[in-house]
C-alpha cells in the first residue's frame, strides 16, 4: 500500500444550487488536516496523503472524507472534528466513532 | 465497503510549469473512464464510483489513478487502456498487471 492511509475530501463546488460539501467549509476542513497531518510528521509515501477530491456522491451526508485502504467515511461538522481523526485515525489508527457517515446516506 | 471500487484520477493543473498529470490527458481519461462506467451499469453505492482528485503526489509516474480499497494504483497512456481498466479491473475484478505504476515512482 503506497500510503498506510489515504484520506479524500470532497470539495465540490456545485453551480446550480444544490446543497455540496463545499458549502460547509470543506476548504477549511482540508486546509486544516493537510496542515495538522505535516505538523505531525505523518504525510509522505508510507504514511499519510490528505487529498483534494471532486463530488463522492455522498452529498446527503456532507461534508464528508473517506479514508482508505479502510474504507472509512466521515461526516465531519467543525475544525475539532478534523484535529480528532487526525490524532485518533490518521495518526494511531483508531476510527472516531461518533462521526461515521450513517450507512444508509448516499446522494 | 460503500463502492466496491473507488477509482481516483490525478486532475491537478499547475501554475508554475511543473509537469502534471492534466498535460497528459487526464481529463479525457477520467472522462471516459465515467461514461464507460456509467454505460457497462457499473456506477452507484455498492458497485463503481469514478472520482475526480487533486494532486495524488505521484507525479513521476503520471498520469497515475488509484483503485481502492485494493490501494491499486495505475500509469495510463491512452483510452485504450482506460477500457482495459474498466473492463478488466472495474468490472471483472482482474488488474491489468502491464499499467501497474512502477512501486518505486512517487514525486
Known amino acids: 500500500m503506497y500510503y498506510k492511509h489515504h484520506i479524500f475530501f470532497c470539495l465540490n463546488q456545485r453551480d446550480n444550487g444544490e446543497t455540496c460539501c463545499a458549502q460547509f467549509q470543506a ?7 493537510k496542515a495538522q497531518v505535516k505538523a ?3 504525510s509522505g509515501a ?6 483534494k477530491a471532486g463530488c463522492l ?5 456532507g461534508p464528508v472524507a473517506v479514508v482508505y485502504p479502510e474504507g472509512v ?6 475544525l475539532q ?7 485518533s ?3 494511531n489508527g483508531e476510527v472516531v466513532e461518533r462521526l461515521l457517515t450513517p ?5
Not at 57 to 61: F, L, N, Q, Y
Not at 81 to 87: A, L, N
Request: one cysteine or more.
Open 46 to 51: 508510507g504514511q499519510v496523503r490528505v487529498n
Open 57 to 61: 456522491d455522498r452529498c446527503a451526508a
Open 40 to 42: 505531525q510528521g505523518l
Open 89 to 91: 485515525h490518521l495518526k
Open 103 to 107: 450507512p444508509h446516506l448516499g446522494r
Open 27 to 33: 476548504q477549511q476542513a482540508f486546509d486544516r488536516c
Open 73 to 78: 467515511w466521515y461526516s465531519y461538522v467543525d
Open 81 to 87: 472534528d478534523i484535529d480528532e481523526i487526525v490524532e
